[in-house]
């Protein structure tokens, strides 16, 4: 990419960016991961069902049917399977179900973050069912979902991404009985013809900047040589972890972030107006 392509290619993301444009919406990168674990966990659910009892009732399979869920990171189509006696009870995602929960989103997309453990990804996946399943189920779901997971983790990635957006959402979950705390690292990157990519998703107690060490040199072991633009939220000791990994990398703060730092001296009564004026600047070219 020469230069005056690069410049190019960087405004047009901008100007998707400023416009209000989101970068997880339909046709965003989080959906088709949301899309994958679903459709194989309802196969999983469809297989249990299908028993050696059902099937000599002459229940089986009769294709699958299709419906779009809302969730906070998109909405998305998605294939459900059906059975000849419309027998078939999903649990993950209900008969008439079209709103998919924040909770069980944020599950679902922690599952791409753990380690290879069946045990840590298996104990993930029962957590994302509000009742009881059996262990037979459980272990079918597992079972389906783990190839993926796996190859998802350790796919190569491209040489150069131009734009890299690094962030943490925390949330919570339940481990041996107990709620805790945990950082799901998020590492999204725009390649060379503009499309969105996750790179990669990595979970830890929290957030900080010797994870994001581990994280940036795990990226580059699978192929990443190059960032241009490296977007942050400013915390403490990132902008050195990227360096020492991308030191032609230039790393820009999260405007989210240089705002609220921007209001913090700014008197409560005079903020709205100042939000004005302040749009006027980083909305700039």
Not at 222 to 231: K, P, S, T
Request: aromatic content about 8%; charged content about 30%.
């Amino acid at each position: 990419m020469t230069t005056k392509e690069q410049q190019e290619f960087e405004k047009k993301v901008l100007d998707q960016f400023m416009s209000g444009k989101s970068l997880f919406g339909a046709d965003g990168a989080f959906a088709p991961m949301l899309k994958n674990v679903i459709e194989k966990s309802l196969q999983a659910e469809m297989d249990s069902h299908l028993d050696s009892e059902q099937r000599s009732k002459g229940n089986k399979r009769n294709g699958k049917g299709k419906k779009k869920l809302k969730s906070g990171f998109g909405s998305f189509d998605i294939e459900t399977p059906e059975d000849r006696q419309s027998s078939f009870q999903p649990e993950l995602v209900k008969k008439r179900q079209t709103i998919l929960a924040d909770n069980l989103s944020e599950k679902i997309i922690g599952l791409y973050g753990l380690g290879m453990s069946y045990r840590d990804i298996s104990g993930h996946i029962k957590e994302m069912y509000d009742t009881d399943i059996s262990h037979t189920i459980l272990s079918q779901i597992t079972d389906q979902i783990i190839p993926d997971i796996k190859a998802w983790q350790s796919r190569p990635l491209d040489p150069l991404y131009c734009i890299v957006w690094l962030d943490a959402m925390h949330y919570k979950v339940k481990v041996d009985g107990k709620i805790t705390h945990k950082a799901l690292y998020n590492i999204l990157g725009i390649t060379k013809e503009g499309k969105k990519e996750i790179l990669g998703m990595y979970i830890s107690e929290s957030e900080g900047a010797n994870f994001w060490l581990q994280v940036l040199t795990d990226l580059h072991n699978r192929g990443l040589e190059d960032i241009l633009i490296a977007c942050t939220d400013n915390l403490k000791g990132f902008t050195q972890a990227i360096l020492s990994v991308y030191p032609k990398a230039q790393v820009q703060l999260c405007i989210v972030h240089q705002i609220r730092n921007s209001l913090k001296y700014v008197a409560s009564k005079d903020q709205k107006e100042f939000m004005k004026d302040l749009k006027k600047v980083y909305r700039a070219v």
